[in-house]
């Protein structure tokens, strides 16, 4: 099927945002080079043909914490919920509608693109999540909860391997400690949101238990055994998580 028919198959039952159209026409140039054959069953296949351990080991090996395939796995936690990882996948590529991005896309004009905690700076990803002052103090609360004392990069994809580094344990405690920054990116996303379109705003210290909650909400669905009260949660999380932070 070429690509223009593909496009032409999609029925959507409303309209468009502006948002949800920059998707669609993005996953359209991501897929334009792939060929369906309508004759065979879907299956999953390895690059080279023939799976093999050490070809496996060499590409974990070989690549970068920064590069976009990396990033783009590490968005997809198996403990978060799916509308979490879409939002930091988009992140991790500066697609979020933040103002300066709608800004660029011609749908606000640049005396809309301020802060919507009235810093007087352009709203920006980096702003909206780690330098305005309102989401430094809830990472403040968090890493108080979590016992660390360190100051954060401003940048989502440096900020999350900091974070995912302060861990200091395997790949499977790693990704679930990395569940307390998606909650984190989580709730403050939507409580930016509820400033800009309802001017409502929770304090600091509410969010940070906001975020307690949810990840306890996350792991007790996706983690089998995490059998935890929330007030056991919130006071003894890392034996919980099993880890040692
Ligand atoms: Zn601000």
């Known amino acids: 099927m070429e690509r223009e028919e593909r496009h032409q198959r999609f029925k959507w039952s409303r309209d468009l945002s502006q948002e949800e159209l920059a998707v669609v026409n993005e996953i359209g140039e991501k897929t334009q080079n792939i060929t369906l054959d309508s004759g065979r069953r879907d299956s999953w296949n390895w690059g080279s043909g023939q799976y093999s351990i050490k070809e496996a080991y060499e590409i974990i090996m070989t690549r970068t914490p920064f590069d976009e395939e990396t990033n783009y796995i590490e968005a997809w936690n198996r403990f978060i919920p799916l509308k979490v990882a879409v939002l930091v996948w988009r992140l991790f590529q500066n697609k979020i509608a933040s103002k300066d991005n709608l800004v660029k896309r011609g749908v606000l004009n640049q005396t809309q693109s301020d802060c919507p905690f009235r810093c007087a700076v352009t709203e920006n990803a980096s702003h909206i999540f780690f330098e305005c ?16 004392h360190t100051a954060m990069h401003n940048n989502a994809i440096e900020n999350y391997h900091q974070f995912k580094g302060l861990c200091g344990m395997g790949r499977m405690q790693a990704e679930k400690f990395c569940v307390i920054w998606f909650a984190c990116i989580w709730i403050l ?8 379109f309802r001017d409502s705003s929770r304090s600091a210290e509410q969010m940070s238990e906001e975020i307690k909650i949810i990840i306890w909400k996350w792991l007790k669905c996706k983690v089998k055994g995490f059998n935890y009260s929330l007030n056991h949660w919130i006071t003894n999380l890392a034996a919980c998580l099993g880890i040692g932070c």
Do not use: D, H, T, Y
């Open 133 to 148: 002052s309102f989401p430094m103090q809830v990472w403040a609360s968090v890493l108080r909860w979590l016992n660390i």
């Open 189 to 196: 996303w939507n409580g930016r949101n509820e400033k800009v």
